[in-house]
């Protein structure tokens, strides 16, 4: 997509999953096969559509109303056990990010929908934790998740930057309305595994979001956040 950032930007905040790194099908396939044995059968789209870019909790609550299922109670701890096994064994950084962080001439942070042990381990087992050390804000900090703007204006906070001098690099829905929400630029990044381009146009937000499926454009879109 042609496009460059024209706006005064002092922070960057990248979501993690699908952003970062290249979790979302390692996550479908493991919830996926969790739910299966309930009994309750979901497939990809279903899974793009309803759990993408939510927390666990807000994932299950739905999976309580849609599927009328109870949870067992230790389900979520069950199936964040396989998950972190299935991660140490496939997870791996999107491909350029590393040279994207490291050559960042502005702030930046992480804000994401995942719990604090799942990204702190996701960021260690993909190297990626040394570029951020404790600027990593999670939906646990904030009263209302992702697609409220709560965790986005509190990452801002933290950084000490106005939101409107934030850029966010999001790949779901939710984290896209919430940067709007908070104030923010966003960037819809559909490099990851689990998207395409198509998933970009597919997009239900007005205006339009600025997209890019490789990290390797992200300087040629925004050249004055690349450190001198």
Excluded at 84 to 105: K, R, T
Aim: negative net charge; glycine residues 6%.
């Amino acid at each position: 997509m042609c496009f460059q950032l024209s706006k005064d930007i002092d922070a960057v905040i990248f979501d993690c999953d699908g952003v970062l790194i290249d979790s979302e099908i390692i996550s479908a396939r493991v919830l996926m096969a969790s739910l299966d044995q309930l009994g309750v059968k979901v497939d990809w789209a279903y899974f793009k559509a309803h759990f993408l870019g939510r927390s666990f909790p807000k994932v299950a609550a739905s999976i309580r109303t849609d599927f009328e299922v109870d949870l067992p109670s230790d389900f979520e701890a069950c199936y964040r056990s396989s998950l972190l096994e299935a991660f140490e064994q496939e997870l791996h950084p999107v491909e350029g990010v590393q040279s994207v962080i490291a050559n960042l001439g502005v702030k930046s942070c992480v804000a994401t929908s995942s719990s604090p042990e799942r990204v702190a381990r996701s960021l260690a087992i993909t190297g990626l934790r040394r570029f951020f050390h404790d600027r990593v804000f999670t939906a646990s900090e904030v009263e209302r998740g992702k697609p409220a703007p709560d965790l986005f204006l509190h990452a801002a906070a933290s950084l000490g930057v106005s939101p409107e001098a934030c850029l966010v690099i999001e790949d779901s829905l939710p984290g896209l309305q919430a940067a709007r929400a908070a104030g923010m630029e966003v960037w819809h990044f559909v490099g990851g595994s689990h998207l395409s381009e198509s998933d970009a146009k597919n997009v239900k937000i007005q205006p339009p979001t600025p997209f890019f499926d490789t990290w390797s454009r992200f300087f040629a879109m925004a050249p004055k956040l690349m450190a001198v």
